[in-house]
């Protein structure tokens, strides 16, 4: 059974940090491109970061380029997510997913297999 988990969510002032991981079990690791997507209440779902699954591409959404970096682990199983500058435009659920696809589609969440349960963000101003 595929799990994924996240943690490192919670609540943080505007201008601050966050790391969320997210933990694989019950596949494959390096077999997948990892991604994170976001939703906001009353929103749809947007991408967030995406790396492949040597690592050694990564891809950002337009609305956190340069705020954000991703990495994995393929010895842990682990997918991490770095958010700087925070605002509270961040705030939402931020989930991370697993795809076997071609990396160039990695930016559509309709192309991931496994998705975790999501972490809370929320960003105070």
């Known amino acids: 059974q595929v799990q994924l988990v996240e943690s490192g969510g919670g609540l943080v002032q505007a201008g601050g940090s966050l790391r969320l991981s997210c933990a694989a079990s019950?596949?494959?690791?390096?077999?997948?491109?990892m991604g994170w997507f976001r939703q906001a209440p009353g929103k749809q779902r947007e991408f967030v970061a995406a790396?492949?699954?040597?690592?050694?591409?990564?891809y950002f959404g337009d609305s956190v380029k340069g705020r954000v970096t991703i990495s994995r682990d393929n010895a842990k199983n682990t997918v991490t997510l770095q958010v700087n500058s925070l605002g509270p435009e961040d705030t939402a659920v931020y989930s991370c997913?697993?795809?076997?696809?071609?990396?160039?589609?990695?930016?559509?969440?309709?192309?991931?297999?496994?998705w975790g349960q999501g972490t809370q963000v929320t960003v105070s101003s």
């Open positions: 019950g596949l494959t690791f390096s077999r997948y491109a």
């Open positions: 790396i492949s699954r040597s690592g050694g591409s990564t």
């Open positions: 997913a697993a795809g076997d696809m071609p990396f160039s589609n990695s930016g559509n969440y309709y192309v991931y297999d496994y």
